[in-house]
């Protein structure tokens, strides 16, 4: 049994503590978001964060993660990363969205002004196969510029 | 009836294509997402055909029980055959609707009008919908392809970059036939024979056992079935199986240079007799073996109940696949129930029917369980097909001016179609395998496999190719977004520009001598004018600026690519500029994300893709040994949508591959001053052609 916090939630595990986390979340939790996609952290389609940290959860095992805040694609449904894929279209297959949300959220908590330069390096092990990149890099810039107008309006709106 | 575009032809009753139920409009299709978009430019058609919103719309896209079968989703033909289709189904619907409401209400049909399924009269609601009048409306019957459908000023929708549909389920975390679950549903893995002939000795059926799995088998089929998959895939490393009558391949066969000593097929097609006299230029070109390398390796679920066979699969073609199963497990077609699936880009046909063919095998053993198989990263690149390695030889005739007067070209390549029935990986290890033929391909020109886009869309007196079909290739290989075109492009667009260069001219001149297609030449030299092609300085700077055209088959989309690169040892890609025609593009977007991702694709496997071979077969087994193109290597690119609203829409989904291979080798060239015409265009290439 490991307890650790999944989207703000906490959550018991009840996968043998050798389990990956990507197992876990996907056949224990049914959250399907987080994807499957060579399991040898080669590829980013598993990207989470942990502790907002970004990891492929294809080589973490659940034991090692007692207590640990878990953030998936499912728990960053309300940043602006989303609707700026959206907007800019930028999938085709999709499949590799999940952890480009990921990667993108964990660099604009960091970098709330990333260049394109930066943008590259921080999702350079994202791995598209559709060729999505380009529009991708202009989604993450359009919700770096999203976040910063969202909280430029919260900081007018304090007294 | 003839005259109908084959899906509808194939497809003539109106009620297999549309249904209208409780305010919605259920389309079915035959042409499935596999990431291109097609579900919602064929959305676009069917809401502006039938003047209704995209909202009413219920999709079901390839289903063999409840959808049409448009064959295999491929080769560019979803909008040109499929949404022709799918145009004059729903235009004949509107006008039966139109007529029936006009006899209710008295009036002339012309008097009345559709806005959003309500039926109109001079812009006044008649109280009648298409769905009061749908039990009145018969379309229980054959289309005629005779109602007139709208005329390009008419469209609301058509033409517009409407979003895609599927997008944001995929991004909420679903919508993959990987994140499907069915009750009791057990997890599965086939063991796969290392090499195509390879018999089962042996597994260590305790083994598996100890992981709380199991071993189903037949003949030399053998699967394992577990209840996660995180005991799969223990039991699978527990499994150990042994196989005999493995061959040995080697590390040599991985290049195309090695099927030229095999032997071929050989076809010659194209000008009779021999070239003329006169002086002439000879160059080969190859590509080794390309994986489709989808992100999400292929998956299936299967479930045997009730006397049918019910499968989910991202295959490109719920019937041929179901066409393909039933030959293989011997049983009637009508017992067996396909239903479409997304799943990640496919790019043509890579493990995905054969993952299906697995589950539906498993499935036949394991009655009333349903069974789910997801293959590994490394049997996706080991065991999928691939694209296959193959060489195109030109040699041209020239006349006084350096322009060719006569094209001979000889291809050697292995197959580029593999779908027939038997040759999926499970067919051959079933106790009732049949020996399969060689392999069938056709060597005309149109649409062409291996010999597609041979015949340059130039203006070249005389053509003739000779197709070398190698049946032996070391690793099995069918369609890859492209076929053969990717290396016949790459192949005259590269040859051309050599050409231009032996006689002194500029590459761009040089091509727009010889073509006389305006729609072409506007894209040549738009091309050249947003890449400022007039300031190509010299050869041999190590900044390089190349062009490549091409029309993909001669008949659907075009696209001219400009390639800027900077060489040195390695390759970097600077910029590339692309201008295209798709004649009507009912999504501009979509067709702009097409381009766009075919550059990119394309890009990926001139510069760094192969497939590598050594005595176990296919040594290519993760991201490590196949590296592709990343964020931080993607250049600026810059493209222009010159599509033309008054002609027909054209397949634009390929047409960027030869033209972006051939313009960054061309690019090459021109920064080198020497010529590297083997793909991937390495860095060890580039070294290599430098020493001389």
Known sequence: ?159 | MSDLPKSLADNPRLDRWLRFDAGRVQVSVGKVEIGQGISTALAQIAAEELDVSLARLAWRAGDTALAPDEGSTSSSLSIEIGGASLRLVCAEARALFLAEAARLLNAAPEELDVEDGAILRDGSQTGHDYWTLAPRVDLARDATGLAPVKPRSAHRIVGTSTPRRDLPQKLAGSGFVHDMVLPGMLHARVLRQPRPAATLAGVNEAAIARHGARLVRSGDFAAILAPTAAILAEAVQAARPRWDNCDTPDAAMAEAGWLASQPADIRTRGNEGTAPAGRSHTATYSRPYISHASLGPSCAIAHEHDGILEVWSHVQGVYPFRANAAGTLQRNPETIIVHHAHGPGCYGHNGADDAALDAAIIATLVPGTPVRVLWSRADEFAHAPAGTAMQTSLRAVLDEAGYPIDITATITSGVHVNRAPGRLLASRTLPNAQPLPPPAESSDPYPGAGTRNIVPYYDIPAVRYVHHLVAGTPIRTSALRGLGAVVNVFALESFLDELADLAGHDPVAYRLHMLSDPRARRLVERAATISNWASRGPAGTGIGLGLAFARYKNRSGYACVVAQVEVDREIRLRHIWCTADSGLAINPDGVRAQLEGGIIQAASMALKEQLRIDSTGTATRSWADYPILRFSEIPPIDIELMDEPDEPSLGMGECTMGPTAAAIANATAHALGLRLRDMPLTRERVMAVARG
């Open chain 1, 1 to 159: 049994m490991t307890t650790l916090t999944i989207n703000g939630t906490a959550r018991t595990s009840a996968s043998p503590s050798s389990t990956k986390l990507l197992d876990v979340l996907r056949d224990e939790f049914r959250l399907t978001g987080t994807r499957f996609g060579c399991g040898e952290e080669q590829c980013g389609a598993c990207l989470v964060l942990v502790d907002g940290v970004p990891v492929q959860s294809c080589g973490r095992e659940i034991g090692a993660l007692a207590g640990r805040a878990v953030t998936t694609v499912e728990g960053l449904q309300a940043h602006p990363i989303i609707a700026a894929l959206l907007a800019e279209q930028a999938g085709q297959c999709g499949y590799c969205l999940s952890g480009m949300v990921v990667a993108a959220a964990a660099l604009l908590a960091r970098n709330t002004s990333p260049t394109r330069g930066e943008i590259a390096t921080a999702l350079d092990a994202q791995l598209c196969r559709c060729g999505a990149h380009p529009r991708i890099l202009r989604a993450v810039e359009r919700a770096a510029v999203e976040r910063a107008a969202v909280e430029r309006a919260a900081g007018e709106l304090r007294p």
